[in-house]
């Protein structure tokens, strides 16, 4: 049995999206599982243990329009038995339109879209996060097939890989003796950014309290933002900007490597969280922690304004996002690092 799943969107979509992978290679074990992807974040599927093939869709091919029919056509003729299209746009349904003669073709409900799917399934309401909903998207196949279901999104680094990024991290300054975290302290959407002041009161607790490792990594675009924070939080020697990550895959080796994530919630958190690095995420006041916060478990937290006590919906976007203390973050990041991280005594 071929399968193909397409998944056109930033790195927590592909992330989370990656159990409908799970469980059809758990379904069907001698299945071919073919993922399409933007290229930039293909490299982090690298070795999945569920995945057979990962295929590309370059920045050149997203542009032209001509290129990108020419690949999917070419992608298409491998013949099918099953097309999950996640993301069901008319640039995503090209893959079916190409593959008629596929059993199953899948897709979304939406408005005058999916004219080329055998199967439309509904934006469930009742789903608990996101990965619930995207598994939805199997609901047509269980007329024939009893699923097995595998929620737990992963990615898989190699020891040899983890080991390399080690050795570039001593040579940065990293004392892996001591407490080693990972900081988001900025987002590739604004709006999501927390308070740079609150944030640096938070690096700061877990520096004065943990003798924390604060690691803040970014893209090329993110680099000025960052180094002009770790600029006005001032010359601590136990902040490091100085370690580069060229690709997402190299993000996802650095993460492997830390003993705690924490920040802005996004894509990054997500792959820790696929590492199973113990993790903590403050979510803006437009992003849902119910949805984003897959999986959540005490290892894998995050607060958003409607946890605070003084929350009332009638307050400004600003108003709520003030609500989330830098006190109360740093007592959460640390009740995680005291369970999940701190070596007994």
């Known amino acids: 049995m071929k399968i193909l799943i397409i998944r056109f969107k930033q790195i927590g979509d592909a992330v989370l999206s990656s ?52 690949k999917v056509w070419k992608v298409t003729r491998k013949k099918y038995n099953i097309i999950i299209d996640i993301m069901s746009t008319p640039k995503s349904e090209i893959f079916s339109l190409f593959s008629m003669n596929s059993k199953y073709r899948i897709g979304r409900v939406k408005k005058y879209r999916g004219f080329f799917y055998t199967h439309k399934v509904k934006e469930p309401k009742d789903a608990k996060d996101k990965v619930e909903k995207f598994l939805k998207l199997l609901d047509p196949l269980k007329k024939k097939y009893s699923l097995i279901y595998d929620n737990q999104y992963t990615i898989s680094i190699t020891a040899k890989e983890k080991e390399m990024m080690r050795k570039r991290m001593i040579e940065a300054g990293i004392d892996f003796t001591q407490p080693v975290f990972a900081c988001a302290v900025n987002s590739r959407r604004p709006e999501k950014v927390y308070d740079t002041e609150k944030m640096k009161i938070i690096i700061e607790n877990l520096i004065k309290d943990l003798n924390a490792q604060i690691i803040f990594y970014y893209s090329p675009s993110e680099e000025k933002f960052v180094k002009t924070f770790h600029k006005n939080l001032g010359d601590y020697a136990n902040v490091f900007s100085n370690i580069k990550t060229k690709s997402i895959r190299d993000l996802a080796m650095l993460l492997s490597n830390c003993d705690l994530f924490f920040g802005n919630e996004g ?70 690092y005291n369970k999940f991280v701190k070596k007994p005594e």
């Open 19 to 70: 159990v409908i992978c799970n469980t059809l290679k758990k379904t069907f074990p001698d299945s071919e599982i073919d993922y399409v992807l933007y290229e930039h974040i293909c490299p982090l599927f690298q070795s999945h243990k569920y995945i057979d093939n990962i295929i590309p869709i370059t920045e050149e091919e997203q542009k032209n329009p001509l290129k990108y029919i020419s």
């Open 267 to 336: 894509g990054p958190r997500h792959i820790a969280q696929s590492l199973d690095i113990p993790s903590f995420a403050i979510f803006s006041p437009n992003a849902s922690k119910k949805e984003w916060l897959s999986n959540a478990c005490e290892r894998h937290q995050g607060v958003e304004s409607e946890d605070m006590p003084l929350y009332i919906s009638s307050l400004s976007r600003d108003e709520k996002y003030a609500l989330i203390t830098p006190e109360y973050v740093t007592a959460k990041i640390k009740e995680l």
